[in-house]
């Protein structure tokens, strides 16, 4: 009779086969307690809260300023 612990881990790793990479390291990110995100979302978040300013862009050109010359890297 096979140990049944075994079987569920050798079913997972097939399962786990399956998956899309990314799916598995976003799992994997999330499990360690980081948050995952993609650029797409990230993008539209910063959009919809630049869009709620109202100094005429000035914030807008500051930031982007700042990412130019790598601002928020270590």
Known sequence: MSDP???LLRHMAALRKNLDPK???R??????????????T?????RQFLA???DGGKFQKKLVEALKK?????
């Open 23 to 25: 799916v598995v390291e």
């Open 70 to 74: 790598g601002g928020g890297k270590p």
């Open 5 to 7: 612990r075994q079987e």
């Open 42 to 46: 990230a993008q539209s978040a910063v």
């Open 27 to 40: 799992l994997d990110l999330a499990t360690e307690g980081k948050v995952p995100y993609d650029r797409e």
């Open 52 to 54: 709620t300013r109202h």
